[in-house]
């Protein structure tokens, strides 16, 4: 249930503000910023659950790992900051980056949460079936989140001529 809420939360404001600009163009966002508010929708969904299921989400953490406490609570910090960072200019890349990391990192824990049946994670391999494309699915998102790269300013080649020997002044 959860996994569904956070695609319909992911894809829902895109396709809707999208369909919402062909009806009025004057109300046309850009795709980038459509995804930007679906990702953050999600994360904000997702971030205070670590908050208001703190339990459930240290279940889903194996129990050899120290301070699941702790590290359930600042990810949820880092999902909440993240969800405001996609919208700021000066840190939208860095925030989309590191949610693609995030997600990355985040897998082996809804793994084990599946195969471990803690509940909150799915149960059994049968829902990782579903939650790997998913977490793709994220990963690509916060990269396309992040806009296309930077292009590197080209600096012009000095030359290190005299220009006293060069034939053509």
């Known amino acids: 249930m959860t996994l569904a809420v956070m695609l319909a939360l992911l894809l829902g404001p895109p396709m809707l503000l999208g369909g919402l600009g062909r009806w009025r163009p004057g109300l046309a966002l850009d795709l980038r910023l459509r995804m930007r508010i679906g990702m953050s929708s999600m994360l904000v969904f997702t971030g205070v659950g670590h908050f208001l299921k703190t339990q459930e989400m240290i279940a889903m953490l194996p129990e050899a790992l120290p301070r699941r406490r702790e590290i359930v609570l600042a990810t949820g910090i880092l999902e909440l900051a993240a969800a405001i960072g996609l919208h700021l200019p000066g840190l939208r890349r860095r925030a ?16 084990y949460s599946a195969l471990a049946a803690t509940g909150l994670g799915g149960r059994g391999a049968l829902y990782l079936l579903v939650r790997a ?3 793709i699915l994220f990963v690509f998102w916060a990269v396309a989140c992040a806009g296309p790269p930077r292009r590197r300013r080209e600096v012009p080649a000095t030359t290190d001529r005299d220009p006293e020997s060069d034939p053509d002044p």
Do not use: K, M
């Open 133 to 135: 494309p998913a977490q």
């Open 96 to 111: 989309a980056i590191g949610l693609a990391l995030f997600f990355l990192a985040a897998f082996p824990a809804n793994a």
